[in-house]
């Protein structure tokens, strides 16, 4: 159901060469490059040209067979806070700073949609697609993103213990017209975060603040994770061939262990 305005797996061998290259040529995410330019000030970034009474009734509308279409929508900084927003279209939306602590958006798409600041806490997102989502310091603490299609930036967010069990970080090797598209959890704060079987293959992980999380069964092969935090991480399972440890902080049962196949490993910060 369309709401109406108020007013106006690739195989290894790819994947391994993905990861080469991106050690030796970082590159800027194509949703970074996506905030070049934009003005956020504009009222399409600022304001919301639906309340959520709007939103509430057409949810009382929709069906299985004609779900909620909010794509394109300017949503920001409107208070969706614990409502059902299960399989809604939020493609291309603007939710800057926008309250959905507590909401549902299981299956959601939420691709290329703008959640700049938003509070996602406690949100439960399992299943949802998230692709080149801008999601820089969103509040996501508790959050559910598991079994989610993931790649976001989510630079600066709050993630602790927020669950990303069996979701997808990935980079995406078949969607190359715009660049590697990855999840970007650059100097997110991830704390006793769980990443248990999750997938996170060539995923920009610097500076990440992952302190007690749990990366267990996780693939973590050819990940960025300089400089990041894993004091106290769990990793029984996990596959972290060429994860690159520069100055990360690693516990030293892991770097004998788990970890004993990562890169840089003898410049990383071993407790």
Do not use: C
Request: proline share 2%; charged share 25%.
């Amino acid at each position: 159901m369309k709401v109406k305005a108020r007013g106006s797996a690739a195989p290894a061998t790819i994947q391994w060469v993905a990861a080469i290259f991106l050690a030796a040529f970082p590159v800027m995410s194509p949703a970074q490059e996506m905030l070049r330019g934009v003005d956020l000030t504009q009222p399409a970034y600022a304001t919301s040209e639906l309340t959520r009474d709007a939103v509430v009734a057409a949810l009382k509308a929709r069906d299985e067979n004609n779900p909620l279409d909010l794509s394109g929508k300017s949503l920001n900084g409107l208070d969706l806070s614990g409502l059902d927003l299960s399989k809604a279209n939020f493609r291309a939306a603007r939710l800057i700073k926008a309250r959905l602590s507590g909401a549902k958006l299981d299956h959601a798409i939420l691709d290329q949609a703008w959640l700049l600041e938003a509070d996602l806490t406690g949100t439960s997102l399992v299943g949802a697609h998230i692709f080149a989502t801008q999601m820089q310091r969103a509040k996501a603490d508790g959050a559910d993103f598991s079994r989610a299609r993931i790649t976001a930036d989510m630079t600066g967010a709050d993630l602790r213990g927020a669950k990303f069990v069996e979701a997808n970080l990935s980079a995406d090797m078949k969607n190359q017209s715009m660049g590697l598209m990855r999840a970007v959890l650059s100097s997110a704060v991830a704390e006793g975060a769980n990443f248990t079987a999750a997938d996170l293959m060539n995923a920009d992980l610097r500076f990440l603040h992952a302190a007690g999380a749990d990366f267990s069964g996780a693939g973590l092969q050819g990940a960025d994770a300089a400089g990041a935090d894993f004091r106290g991480a769990k990793w029984d399972g996990a596959r972290a061939q060429g994860l690159d440890v520069d100055s990360a902080q690693i516990d030293s049962a892991a770097a004998n262990d788990a970890l004993k196949d990562a890169a840089n490993l003898d410049r990383a910060r071993i407790k």
